[in-house]
């Protein structure tokens, strides 16, 4: 995974943690069994980027491995499931649809200490920057273009041709998400609590907008979760699906279009950007692009979808801080996203009074 620009602190490799080594030499066994074509000998480095699921670079003299892994230490029930992650890139990639390579998944938490699954190192660019600094004006709208291509294909996709009926439980999305991430909210003592979550935590529920739909989501669908082709405007891997299911498309599309409220100090975002003179297509173009491809006349209560967003990213950071305080966290830059916490919970609210 190469990075688009060489300015982000995200991109690219470190040597292994010293929270997050384990046995080399007992997974270098495990590749032997379970990895076709697999040839030693083994190297292991370690992603800068990541918030939750650790992940790591394999090096062999013949190609490159990813493994991402449950991190070690105490979590959250249900949280980092890396088994559904490598269950859904098998049944995406199984109808060409863009993901890396599966090779396996180990339950067996004796060889590295915990579940983790190994996948194919998709070799592109990945922009940390929503701007995509390094694309010429004249190619930006392609980009864009084809990220919208991709999440409306993954919304288009029969789940249950796939095998994916029980991946989650269709209908009554928003009530159960806002009451999952509240639940992660309350029981995280160590991270504290927030006046503006409490006031998103009673609001949220009581407002929810009526219709129901149902798709396989991502979840946390961001230009810097993508690998781009080389040289092409073409998305070639969509990465990081711990947070896949079945839900709502709106509320998918909500969070990915979000990218043009969001400050790019938090996560990759286009707020305050100039959009005329980068040739960014605008928010209110862009929602229309996904409605004419997936057959929509518009999309009405968009505030509240975008409400929801900022509550759930920062109901993940309030996480993320508690990991943090436990010393648990995975990447070298989580202090930034808990330091960031506040301000994600005020545009949380903003959005909120906005639907008011």
Not at 101 to 112: A, F, H, M, P
Not at 154 to 180: M, T
Not at 247 to 260: N, S, T
Request: hydrophobic letters at 40%.
């Amino acid at each position: 995974m190469t990075e688009a620009t060489g300015q982000d602190a995200n991109a690219g490799t470190t040597p292994v943690r010293e929270a997050y080594r384990f046995d080399e030499a007992a997974l270098a066994r495990w590749m032997e069994a379970h990895v076709a074509d697999y040839a030693g000998p083994l190297t292991v480095e370690q992603f800068k980027g990541g918030q939750s699921n650790p992940t790591y670079k394999l090096v062999t003299h013949g190609r490159s491995y990813v493994l991402r892994r449950k991190p070690p230490g105490a979590t959250l029930q249900g949280a980092h499931a890396v088994d559904r992650e490598a269950r859904i890139l098998t049944a995406l990639g199984s109808v060409g649809f863009p993901v890396a390579r599966v090779y396996g998944l180990c339950t067996d938490e004796s060889v590295i200490g915990t579940w983790f699954y190994v996948m194919a190192m998709v070799e592109g660019r990945i922009f940390w920057d929503a701007t995509f600094p390094g694309v010429s004006r004249e190619e930006r709208p392609a980009y864009f273009d084809a990220m919208n291509a991709t999440i409306a294909r993954l919304h288009a996709i029969d789940y249950e041709a796939l095998g994916l009926g029980d991946y989650g439980r269709p209908g009554n999305y928003f009530a159960r998400q806002i009451a999952r991430w509240t639940r992660q909210y309350h029981e995280d003592a160590d991270a504290g609590r927030d006046a503006d979550m409490d006031a998103l935590v009673e609001w949220l529920p009581a407002n929810i907008p009526a219709g129901e739909e149902s798709s396989v989501v991502h979840g946390d669908f961001r230009c810097d979760n993508m690998i781009f082709h080389p040289t092409e405007p073409r998305v070639i891997a969509v990465l990081d699906w711990e947070l896949s299911t079945l839900g709502h498309p709106l509320a998918d599309f909500a969070y990915h279009a979000m990218m043009y409220q969001m400050p790019p100090d938090i996560v990759a975002g286009l707020g305050g950007a100039d959009l005329a003179a980068l040739n960014i297509p605008s928010e209110q173009e862009y929602v229309a692009a996904y409605c004419a491809r997936t057959g929509r006349d518009g999309i009405a209560n968009w505030d509240f979808y975008v409400a929801f967003n900022y509550f759930r990213l920062a109901a993940i950071f309030h996480g993320i801080k508690g990991r943090v305080i436990r010393g648990t966290a995975a990447s070298a830059h989580a202090q930034e996203r808990a330091r960031a916490l506040p301000r994600l919970s005020a545009l949380a609210r903003r959005s909120m009074e906005k639907c008011r």
